[in-house]
Structures are given as structure tokens and as C-alpha cells.
């Protein structure tokens, strides 16, 4: 980016928790022309950023822009939501890529339907999100217009109620707190009646990145009503510490009134929270907005992401142990996590070159590989457990 000094982002003045959350959206920045009157460009920068947006749209909410120093070029921030040119990079210095390299449409039953494991359904409820976070693992599908939301809900649920070994469900997107409050009613009652669902979660990043969304409460009166009839949680997905603020603190706090527990899903990403700083503020800050860390993903292996975000897996083990060995004991409870095409696996940790994990869940079709443990050789520079060789274990 350029060095000349920024000084137009500031919206101090707002009081975001006052907004209309539907008001406030077509303000966000989704276009060059508008970034470019908040963040300085050169003009070769101008033109790179515009064949990005072409690739993979650009929404920034102007909340989430205000929390960028724009006086500094590599603000965490600003890595998360503002398009770079690196993203250009389909696959580079850390190996291939894939749209889709948590297997995800293997598993595709149709109405967004996806049901990897066999007690867990997957419904992608709408491709809109209020940001199109740069990191995103569903960069093939997020930002695609989706018209049949409700209808295909329906059918969704139609095919859980016919699915006893079904007893949870995630709905996710995109970011379904982002869709009306009334289809988002019409979506839980579907689920209200199924016997055989223990609970629901509506992964969100909505409390991070628009928390005036839960400024609206009617939304939080939905929440809390169905939160009777089955337990609700809100899955989330801080990255950096300086997500956590007065705005996004009252967001869990509203959540949690309602009843709804909050988890937070972490990516490691280079140059946003790969410092153990960065780590220990980031999980004992979420504690302390009574967010409970849950997984730190390692970043996939998707295209015009893995390039310049994820941290080789040997640096990331050392970097990830040391920041636990400073962190509450609660902020530490969470799993440093591979999210695989063959499974969910829990990075244990390393003895030498030689890592460790364990399989926490498994595909349908190879239930014994559950609970398995695995053991790899690192290497100095593989970020993904196919850049590895397997290691027998007695
Ligand atoms: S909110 Fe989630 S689904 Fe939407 S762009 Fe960000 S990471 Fe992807």
C-alpha cells in the first residue's frame, strides 16, 4: 500500500449500536472507487486490487473499516478485510490449493445440505456475509446470489427429520444472522419439532465484524425464544485481539442475556495473530467478554489464500504451545485443528519432526478412523497434513 498517510477513515462519531442494522448495510465499501476514498492507492496498486475484487467480491462493513490504523500497512485488520494483491497468488510458495479442500462437496445432498459426519448436518443457509473476510475457506461459493433461501430450508429440514443419526445442526453460510429476521424464525421452527436434534448452532461472524445486528431485538427475541425448545449456540470467529471492543463486547453480551452460549473459531493466519502475543491476548480477551475459545483452525489450503496466510505447521505447533503456556486456564481449553477432507483432526503437538494428532471426528463412510491417532514428519515448510509423510505407529 502507499505510504502517504491516511487520515479519512475515521467515524468517530457514530454510535454503532444505535444503527438500523439493514440502514447501516448499504454503506459498507464494496467497490475500488470507494475503498480508494478511505485508504490511499497507488495507481498499479488500483488496478491489481480491481482483477482481485474481480475473483472475489469485496464487502467491508465501514464499522470494521474503522478499526484499521490507516496509517499502518500491515494492520491486522486491514489484512482480513481489505483485498490485496497477493490474492492474485492462486497457489505459491506453500504448495497447491484446492476451491475446496475441506471435501465439502463430496458430501452435498442438495438444499445445502452438507453431511460429512453422521451426526452432524451442515446447512449453507445464504452466501451473503456482511464481510467477505480475505481468508475465507468457502471463498468458491461466498457472495453468490441465493434466492430460494426459506424453500430450501424446508427441504433441508425435511431431510434431517428423515435422518435419526442426525443430532445436531449447524446452520452456516455465508452468515445466516445476516438474512431477515423473519426467515430466520421460519428456519428455526422447521427445526423446532425434529425429536431426534440435541441442539442447533448458527455459525456467525456477525458478532465480530456487525455486531449492530444485535441491536435488533426482535432478532434476539427469536433467538431466545427457540433457545427454549432446544439449545442455541453461536458459533463466532474472532482472529485478533483488536476485534474485541466496547461495540463487539456488548454484541456476546446481548447473546448471552438471550441464553445462547458463544464458541469462538479461530484461523491462523500470518500477519494477523501469528505472534504469541497475538495469541495469549486474543484467547484470555475472549474469556474476557465471556466467549469461550474453541478451535484454532490451521488455514487450508484454498486458492489466493493459503499463499500468504497460512504458517508452516512446525512454526505454527512451537508458536501455539508457547502462547497456551501464558494463557488462563480456561482460554487454553481450546483445540488447535485441522479441518481435512478425511476428517476434523486435533493437532496435538510435535516430539522432534515427528506430529501428533488425534482424528476427533471421521466421514461417514470410515467411521473407525474416529479417535485414531496419527503421527507425520514435518518438514520446515509443509502447511498441510499432504505435504507429509505418514509415520507408522505400534
Ligand atoms: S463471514 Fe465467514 S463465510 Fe463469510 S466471508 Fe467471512 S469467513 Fe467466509
Known sequence: MSGTPATTISCDSIDWMNLDWQDELPN?????DALKAVLPLTAAEEADLRQVVDAYPMNIPRYYLDLIDPTDADDPIRKLAVPTTEELIVAGAMGETTPDPYGDD????????????AYTALVVATEYCSMYCRHCFRKRMVGLPNNQT???????????????????VVISGGDPLLLPTEVIRQMLDALKEIPHLNFVRIGSRAPVVYPMRFADKELLDVLADFNRSKTLQVPTHFNHPNEITPETAEAVKRLCEAGITVNNQAVL??????????LVALMNGLMSIGVNPYYLYQCMPVARVRHHFQVPLKEGIDLVDAARRRMDGYAKRFKFIMGHDIGKLEICGRSGNTMVLKQIHARQEAPEEASRLLAYTLTETGGWLDDFDEVALD
Open 269 to 278: 493466519l500470518r500477519g494477523v495473530n501469528d505472534a504469541e502475543e497475538t
Open 150 to 168: 426459506v424453500e430450501n430450508f424446508r427441504n433441508a429440514a425435511t431431510y434431517i427429520a428423515a435422518h435419526p443419526e442426525i443430532s445436531n
Open 28 to 32: 459498507n465499501i464494496k467497490n475500488v
Open 106 to 117: 463430496k458430501h452435498d445432498k442438495g438444499n445445502g445440505i452438507l453431511h460429512k459426519y
